[in-house]
Each structure stands twice: as structure tokens, then as C-alpha cells.
């Protein structure tokens, strides 16, 4: 018999091992629910993250507008020293046998720039010895004549020099040439082109001098072909700069550039 609303209704605890199993079931946490919103969250921060970036340029590929006015510029590889060591042959005291590669045409124009630019140029003796050196075969007469010109003569007597190219009496006479970089601009055996970024050191050094020891900056640019075994200088064109802006530094005594000159041998250059 159905009881009715008027009478007390009595609730009946059971013992906690015989509670429904849905009560149980109720109160225990939902990994799957969880890891659908973590899933969420990581997906919308990389959304976010891929929206701010887009359009920015990658600065290792050199892409984007920011970087297309470096297009033509050498990457940092290019022109970062390789730890190539120079030859080990000289000839004439001036290193010989480079390899048929543009690395070593790069080597090769850096040292015939210094000796083009070194103290024996102004003696004709030593200055035919360097042509013969440095310089094809076939064209070596021509730059005989052209050097001749250029290191003798008025050159040689606006320092002072006898004409055997000697210094005055207590005078050291300074020509030094010291590469700082090289680039090809042609690559050919017929004829590679190579400029050497050059500074350099000329003048008269001593008490007396009326021409000290100054520095110039210029680009030597440098004509050689392959002979089969070498590379050899055909033509070269100098032009000045770029020159840096000058250090905060005192100029040394001509005793200390005398003194320097003697006692600091020069290099063989390998790019």
C-alpha cells in the first residue's frame, strides 16, 4: 500500500562499502577532459606565436625587405680569414707556387703587392728582379719600363735617393706595403682580377728627413693569368682609399720608426 505524504519519512544509511558505485564515480577527476584543455591552450600559444612572427625576415637566409640592401654583399664567410698557410716556396725571396684556386690567387695578389710596394722597388737592379718574379713572362718588359718610371727618375729624387736608389747618408728609407684584405672581382685563368686593400708606409726616416715616414691607404688591383703552375701578374692599376679615420696617436720619433723598420721583419700572406 502506497504510503502517503503525511507520514515520516525514514532514510536509511548504508555502510561505506555497499554506497552506489555512481557516488564514487562522480567525485574521481577526468584526464581526458583535462588534457583536451591543455591540448587547447599549447595550440593557441603557438597560433599566437606563428601570427607574431609572420612577416619578419630570417636572419639567416638574408630574406625579407631588411635585408635586400645586402644582396650584394659578401657573406661574412667570404671574407672572414681561413687559416690557409702561405706557400712554402719563394723565389727571390718572394713567395711562388700558389695553387690553381681563388684562394690562392688571392694569396698570390696579396704578396706581389708587397713586394710591388716594398723598399727594393726603388732600386732598378732589385726592381728588375721583382718583375722577373712576379710578372708573366710576356709582359714583363713592358712593366719594366712602366716601374721604371714610376720608382725612379723624379720619384726617386724627391726623397733624395742617389741612382742606385741608396738613402742619404743617416737616412733609412721605408716603403712597406701591408695588405688588409682581398676580393676577386674576375675569376678567369686568362685573366683574374684581384683587388688588395693596402695600407701602407713610405718616406725617408731620420733627423734630417724632409719626407717622414707617412701612411697612405689605396686598393692595388691586380691582373694575373694561370701559367700551368702559377699565378703571374699581367697588369696593375692603384687608386686611393678607403682610407679610415685617423687614431688618437702620437706620431713616433723618426728614431722609433728606424728602430721599427730594422727590427720587424715582414709576412707571406695566404687568404
Known amino acids: 500500500m502506497p504510503?502517503?505524504?503525511?507520514?515520516?519519512?525514514t532514510r536509511t544509511r548504508l555502510p561505506v562499502?555497499?554506497?552506489p558505485s555512481?557516488?564514487?564515480s562522480a567525485r574521481q577527476p577526468r584526464p581526458v577532459r583535462t588534457l583536451l584543455a591543455v591540448l587547447v591552450v599549447v595550440?593557441?600559444?603557438v597560433l599566437g606565436v606563428s601570427?607574431?612572427?609572420?612577416g619578419k625576415p630570417d636572419p639567416t637566409t638574408g630574406s625579407g625587405p631588411a635585408a635586400s640592401g645586402d644582396q650584394a654583399r659578401p657573406s661574412a664567410a667570404a671574407t672572414a680569414a681561413t687559416g690557409t698557410k702561405p706557400v712554402d716556396t719563394t723565389s727571390n725571396g718572394i713567395a711562388s707556387g700558389f695553387p690553381h684556386t681563388d684562394q690562392g690567387a688571392q694569396s698570390a695578389a696579396a704578396n706581389y703587392a708587397t713586394a710591388l710596394g716594398s723598399?727594393?722597388?726603388?732600386r732598378a737592379d732589385a726592381r728588375r728582379t721583382v718583375v722577373d718574379t712576379v710578372a708573366d713572362p710576356s709582359v714583363a718588359d713592358r712593366l719594366k719600363q712602366r716601374l721604371d718610371t714610376a720608382f725612379g727618375g723624379d720619384a726617386a729624387a724627391r726623397y733624395g735617393l742617389d741612382a742606385q736608389g741608396r738613402a742619404p747618408k743617416g737616412l733609412t728609407l721605408v716603403s712597406r706595403t701591408i695588405p688588409v684584405g682581398t676580393r676577386t672581382t674576375n675569376a678567369a685563368d686568362t685573366a683574374t682580377v684581384v683587388d688588395v686593400w693596402c695600407t701602407g708606409l713610405t718616406g725617408l726616416?731620420?733627423?734630417s728627413s724632409t719626407q717622414p715616414?707617412?701612411?697612405t691607404w689605396y686598393t692595388l688591383t691586380i691582373t694575373m693569368r694561370w701559367t700551368g703552375s702559377d699565378w703571374k701578374l699581367t697588369d696593375f692599376a692603384r687608386k686611393s682609399g678607403p682610407a679610415p679615420v685617423p687614431g688618437d696617436q702620437q706620431a713616433a720619433t723618426a728614431e722609433e720608426i728606424t728602430d721599427a723598420v730594422q727590427q720587424y721583419g715582414g709576412f707571406r700572406y695566404a687568404r
Open 3 to 9: 504510503l502517503s505524504d503525511d507520514q515520516p519519512h
Open 17 to 19: 562499502g555497499e554506497q
Open 213 to 215: 715616414v707617412a701612411q
Open 51 to 54: 601570427i607574431a612572427n609572420r
Open 119 to 122: 723598399a727594393d722597388m726603388f
Open 205 to 207: 726616416a731620420g733627423a
Open 43 to 45: 595550440t593557441l600559444l
Open 22 to 24: 555512481h557516488q564514487m
